[in-house]
């Protein structure tokens, strides 16, 4: 069984790596059956991990047992059942109560922590190493980069500041922000490459070792 | 010359990389690897945690990530069950159930971990964000059972592990933006450490917690796995992938400048 499973893995990976020469039936296959198998196993798996435990079973439980408070559990199922209003025009206007709950709830949650974890944190982050420079506690590398940091910092929010126009000192920082924007994807696209080449890699390890047996 | 090479047959670009992995996986050619200082601080911070600490690791990943982030479980899992830190497995990933569950049975049966004493693994649960809020609460409110529906109370590791209050360190192995959301909801609201494990294309968003010691430490990618192995001395797939690795750096390199030399140098003799 499992000599079959490495067959159908090398099969279908070399299906996939077809389409680098051309787009082709084998490729199509292969891509199709990813898709759909990808689907039906995620639609499968929420199901049994989440529609059965955490609806369906205490639906059941509370028209069973007819306890007030197992009863309490029908209304969020209620609630989340109101997503399906939308596919019955005459009251899809019902689905307005579930979309309103989810965003109150998740701005709600999300603002005061979001802004502490993003802003707040971050702009301690970029200032505490200059109280450090202050106590004589960084390197002459470290306060290089503390300054650094600073500078990219100021010069990308100016390219973003759109309510003065990009001319004189101003525009010649935004240009310097571009500078830092342009590292920063240029960053982004090798560890990209890095990991794109991972997957490459790790198949053909598969093919040759296991499937091959050549090392 | 030229002009042909300007307008290259992508094809002989894919043949140059195939050959350019291929050949050096045959003759098994290795590098030595220098360990970043973020991966090190994970090292590190799971090094001098004392026995029988208790740390989460969360296997957001899928079929898609496996090749880089699957090591770095691997590599993570035998640090802890030999320094005997117990691991609690989860994921917010539904496609991530039977990936973590695989690595941390094939780890522990490697390194003769127990199953409910040293390591468990709770499974998926929907609710991403709602699920790690609920943790910080009672991880029994959102897990009742582990993967394979033994109830929380009959799990010797678990007697002591309400909530984050006992685990050390959230090690999230991410393919998406859930570094992100443990950072927010679990280390803001928590103030519980977390760490990352990422695909290389996600590396260059979370940088900037490392300086804001939001992360404890950060593992980029097949790197970060190789880095990891080198550090507990135990060189695996990653190590022997990213010497194959550089090999196709050099190339892209190469291929870089050439295409770049060859596209100015056409343009001044048209202008």
């Known amino acids: 069984m499992e000599v079959l499973g ?64 197992g009863l309490l559990k029908l209304i969020p199922i209620f609630i989340g059942l109101l997503f399906f209003a939308r596919v019955v025009p005459k009251y899809s206007w019902l689905i307005r109560y579930p979309i309103a709950i989810l965003i109150g709830i998740g ?58 126009e990009h001319r004189g000192a101003v525009g010649g920082i935004s240009k310097v922000g571009i500078i830092f924007l342009m590292v920063g994807f240029g960053s982004a696209f090798g560890n990209t490459v890095m990991g794109r080449v991972s997957l490459l890699i790790q198949r053909v390890d598969f093919l040759l070792s296991d499937w091959l047996r050549l090392i | 010359m030229l002009e042909k090479l300007m307008s290259i047959d992508r094809r002989i670009v894919f043949v140059l990389v195939a050959v350019a992995v291929i050949i050096p996986t045959l003759l098994k050619v290795s590098f030595p690897i220098t360990v970043s200082q973020p991966t090190r601080s994970v090292y590190d911070f799971i090094d001098e945690l004392p026995k029988d600490s208790t740390i989460l690791m969360a296997f957001n990943y899928g079929p898609s990530s496996l090749a880089e982030l699957e090591p770095m479980a691997a590599a993570v899992l035998r640090h802890c069950f030999r320094k005997n830190v117990r691991v609690i497995g989860m994921t917010l990933f539904n496609v991530g159930a039977r990936l973590g569950d695989r690595v941390m049975s094939e780890t522990a049966a490697e390194m003769g971990a127990v199953d409910g004493e040293d390591y468990v693994f709770l499974g998926f649960r929907p609710g991403g964000i709602s699920v790690i809020l609920g943790m910080g609460t009672a991880i029994d ?41 443990w950072i927010v909801y679990a280390n803001t609201k928590y103030k519980q450490q977390v760490a990352a494990g990422v695909t290389g294309v996600m590396v260059s968003e979370l940088y900037p917690y490392i300086q804001s010691r939001q992360l404890v430490g950060l593992m980029p990618g097949l790197l970060g796995a190789a880095e990891y192995e080198t550090l507990i001395d135990t060189p695996e797939k990653a190590t022997a992938g990213m010497s194959v690795q550089s090999f196709v750096h050099l190339l892209i390199f190469v291929l870089v400048v050439v295409g770049n030399v060859a596209f100015f140098i056409q343009r001044r003799r048209t202008q």
């Open chain 1, 6 to 69: 490495i067959w159908v893995a090398a099969f279908f990976t070399l299906c996939i790596y077809s389409f680098l020469y051309r787009d082709n039936p084998f490729y199509r296959f292969a891509e199709h059956l990813f898709v759909g198998l990808s689907v039906g196993y995620g639609i499968v798996f929420s199901i049994h991990q989440g529609l059965i435990p955490f609806a369906w079973d205490p639906f059941w439980e509370a028209i069973t047992k007819r306890e007030f408070m």
């Open chain 2, 141 to 181: 409110s959102v897990f009742d059972a582990d993967y394979r529906g033994k109830p929380l109370s009959e799990i010797p590791m678990m007697q002591d592990v309400r909530n984050y209050d006992r685990i050390a360190l959230v090690l999230d192995l991410a393919s998406s933006a859930t570094p992100e959301a």
């Open chain 1, 107 to 164: 701005a709600g949650r999300a603002i005061p922590n979001v802004m502490d974890a993003r802003i707040f944190r971050q702009v301690y982050g970029t200032l505490t190493p200059f109280g450090q420079i202050h106590a004589g506690a960084l390197g002459f590398f470290e306060i290089f980069g503390a300054i650094l940091m600073l500078v990219g910092v100021i010069c990308t929010l100016t390219y973003f500041f759109f309510s003065i």
